[in-house]
């Protein structure tokens, strides 16, 4: 019988952990019982496309060598949620922007103004950032000088982020003004951004897990939100150290409001701002 004519098999508890297991382990991310069907409908829609009728066979596949490796890829990409858009949570990137401002002002901008966009998903964190950033320099009349690393780990994900092209809807959340500075028109109803701005980013493909990997050099700003939610508290907390680690003096690290609002770090404080969660490094 044709697949497509078939009835999806049922994903049983054994499967689900089993599959839970594999995905925490390799990236971290912790998935609920309510998130089963979610899970089973993203496998059987691979599986369909390859051939596979049994959750145990396609397993087998995608733990085994050379192939699993590529497969992994292609399916976490399915199961990761890249929900996003231009300046999400304003306020949170409006941290940023008193950050470099009150260094423009205090003429404390000598060396490059670098920043990490963890979990980019496609490029639109990583793009306002820089839209932001270069508006403050040339605001300022001074040559922009800075720099965002942007890590994901979904590799289609990274490749639409470094093509710059999005939809006239996903513009929908930017001023006019960030409009005609940061986008040209396509002509097919989409939008690229300008060179200007997308020579000023580096797409990586990286996982929280591994920060120790990425990137080697000290940040001025870090900003990861929306991604801690998917892990485990004690993994939370870890991940958040190692932010702290990676941050220059007086750099300012901003994750999603109310992810972990109890975490407190010796060298860190948070910023007075109940719009925001940022946190400076002392």
Known sequence: MVWSLQKSPALGEDDFERWCKLLEERTGILLSVQQRPFLQSQITMRMRELGFSDFADYYNRVTDGIWGKAEWSVLVDRLMVKETSFFRHRHSFECVRQLLQGRIDEGQVSGSFDVWSVGCATGEEPYSLAMLINDCFELAQLKPYFGVFATDISMPALS????????????????????????????DGNYKIVDKLQDRLCFSQGSVLELNTMPVEKMDVIFCQNLLIYFRRWRRREILN??????????????????????KHPQLQRLRDERAQAYRRI
């Open 242 to 263: 190692g932010f702290a680690d990676r941050l220059k003096p007086g750099g300012l690290l901003v994750i999603g409001l109310g992810e972990m609002p109890e975490w």
């Open 160 to 187: 639409r982020a470094r093509a710059g092209i999005y939809s006239e809807r996903k513009l929908e959340r930017l001023s006019s003004h960030e409009r005609l500075r940061y986008f040209r028109e396509l002509g």
